[in-house]
């Protein structure tokens, strides 16, 4: 979010009578399938992602499951030569705001819109959706560049975003690892990270052979609806406890948390900690540091599973300090009766009771 918006472009020029006519011909009733197929006039990049939507069944199905209310103002990612874009445009939203990344598909779809009369309705964003600011939106409709499928969500979710849904095209498996609930094979600190702002589900399956050129993968519609009212916990402390329990979720969360390396990480951490909110008494950083996990941050909220690394020791003078701290640790763990469990098997109340318990011993991870 820190890099300035490269451009955009607004366009007010169309006839509400020539939108009608527009709006009229993308209903997979009267367009032909030619409208949405791609002619091949430049070459289309893999590694952006560049897989074009093209059957109208789908195209039509992504926008009524979305379902966009009179006077919406939505947001779509990488709107390729508009395939999605027109179908918003000719909805009952007010406007669609659309961000994508490379300029041949700006001309394309800007060409594509005007041609319709639509243009009035959109702004097009000339841009990195990850480090663009999006302007308001009340939805959000995308079929996006499944490799930014992680980073966008952050962002949508973790960032300074009020919006009622996101209706995402995913790949199929990514899709199934974010509903994913706990004790399910999949359940993955990704899941437990959106569980805990968002209700997510699947919405439906699209097969790979409907895209050109066809992806190795099938995909998968998503809706992902924020919670009213934000959780009762610091987000980036959140964030940086699940990153320490999900790294090696195949461990218990007690061998996790025995580990010498990760008492060291802690510890370090724990007393940088101290120090900050000493030096930050009353200037509420942790909201700052949401802000950054928006964007500017690596935006990484689960779908690898990282360990962080850690280079220091304690020197001798600290080993009693960090006995002590460790023993903080197993104290907290026992009391929460969770030392014996798998952090995929529980829900976000018992890991969020497990966080309190530390945080209370003055265990920190942000
Ligand atoms: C999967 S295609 C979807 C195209 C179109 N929405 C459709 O359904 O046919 C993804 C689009 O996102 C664009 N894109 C890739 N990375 C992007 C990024 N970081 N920010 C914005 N757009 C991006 C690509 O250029 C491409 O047009």
């Not at 959140?238 to 329990?245: E, G, K, N, V, Y």
Request: one cysteine or more.
């Amino acid at each position: 979010m820190n890099r300035a918006v490269s451009s955009i472009r607004s366009h007010h020029v169309a006839r509400l009578g020539a939108s009608r006519t527009a709006a009229a011909s993308f209903s997979s009733s009267s367009s032909p399938e030619a409208a949405e197929a791609w002619d091949g006039r430049f070459r289309l990049h893999k590694p952006r992602g560049q897989h074009l939507l093209t059957n109208p069944r789908v195209l039509d199905a992504i926008v009524r499951r979305a379902a966009l209310r009179q006077g919406d103002a939505v947001l779509e990612v990488g709107p390729g030569t508009g395939n999605l874009t027109v179908r918003l445009l000719a909805s009952a939203a007010a406007r669609v705001s659309a961000v994508e990344i490379d300029p041949r598909m700006v001309d394309a779809v800007t060409a594509r819109v005007d041609a319709l009369g639509l243009a009035h309705k959109l702004t097009l964003i000339a841009g990195d959706a990850v480090e663009t600011e999006f302007p308001e939106f009340d939805v959000c409709v995308a079929n996006i560049p499944y490799g930014i499928s992680s980073p966008l969500i952050a962002k949508l979710l973790f960032g300074p975003y009020r919006f009622r849904a996101a209706t995402l095209l995913l790949q199929k498996e990514f899709a199934r690892r974010l509903v994913a609930a706990p004790g399910d094979s999949e359940y993955n600190r990704l899941a437990a990270n959106v569980r805990m702002v968002a209700d997510a589900r699947l919405l439906m399956d699209v097969s790979k052979r409907d895209f050109v050129p066809v992806p190795k993968v099938d995909s998968s519609l998503v809706e992902i609806r924020p919670r009213a009212a934000a959780p009762d916990v610091d987000l980036a402390e959140w964030l940086a406890f699940t990153r320490a329990c999900f790294g090696q979720k195949n461990k218990t969360l007690g061998a996790i948390f025995k580990q010498k390396r990760k008492v060291l990480e802690l510890f370090t951490r724990s007393h940088g900690a101290d120090e900050r909110r000493h030096s930050n008494a009353g200037g509420g950083g942790g909201s700052r540091r949401l802000v950054a996990l928006g964007g500017g941050d690596d935006g990484d909220i689960g779908d690898s599973d990282c360990n962080g690394s850690y280079d220091g020791a304690a020197s001798f003078s600290e080993e009693e300090e960090v006995t002590a701290f460790k023993a903080k640790i197993a104290g907290a763990l026992e009391s929460s009766e969770l030392a014996g469990k798998r952090p995929s098997k529980l829900s976000n109340d018992e890991l969020l009771h497990l966080l309190r318990l530390l945080n209370e011993q003055g265990v920190r991870f942000q």
